[in-house]
């Protein structure tokens, strides 16, 4: 973990201030993002997996700011399955003074895509192809959901979704119309 250039990248890359609290990576999210990397500059998709207490959110700070500085013209949506995950993701990128946008509904979630900014947003997983109470858009199914906004989606980037068809939509939109994954 600490070889010269390791150590090196753990202090330029790896150290945030969390609501004012210094914090640094573990070796599996070092590990993990490096190999996230790799995969999203050969344009490939893939999942980081972690435990409980593993580090999840400080993982996604870290390589939502690297796809930030190295992929030219990049966006991050950040999908969670769980709205505890969503305002954790959000409390966690404010305290390292990231701005986040939760979308609201689906159709926030389709707005926000067809916009150039925010470069970072998070979601839950039940706003793909999902219409409801608060809501507008019809009651499509996820299949057609995707085929709508396929064309439109800049970036997307997943780390845990428990819903493997919903997964698999999102994988499709990856290798279909994203830059960075």
């Not at 996230?36 to 972690?50: F, M, P, Y």
């Not at 690297?66 to 992929?71: C, S």
Request: hydrophobic content about 40%; charged content about 25%.
């Amino acid at each position: 973990m600490c070889n010269k250039h390791r150590f090196l990248d753990i202090i330029n890359n790896f150290i945030v201030f969390d609501s004012g609290v210094k914090k640094t990576c573990r070796h599996n999210q070092y590990f993990g993002i490096q190999a996230a990397k790799k995969h999203i500059a050969q344009r490939k998709d893939g999942i980081v997996w972690h435990t409980q207490g593993s580090g999840k959110s400080l993982t996604m700070v870290w390589l939502a700011k690297w796809i930030r500085e190295n992929v030219t013209n990049s966006r991050v949506l950040i999908i969670t399955d769980r709205t505890e995950l969503d305002e954790q993701i959000e409390k966690v990128f404010f305290g390292v003074d990231e701005s986040i946008y939760r979308t609201k509904s689906g159709a926030d979630l389709i707005t926000q895509l067809n916009q150039p900014n925010p470069w970072l947003l998070c979601s839950l997983v039940h706003k793909f192809g999902r219409g409801g109470d608060d809501d507008s858009l019809d009651s499509k199914d996820t299949d057609d959901f995707i085929k709508d906004i396929q064309a439109s989606l800049p970036s997307d980037f997943s780390l845990r979704a428990i819903y493997l068809s919903l997964l698999m939509s999102v994988t499709a939109l990856s290798l279909a119309s994203c830059t960075a994954l």
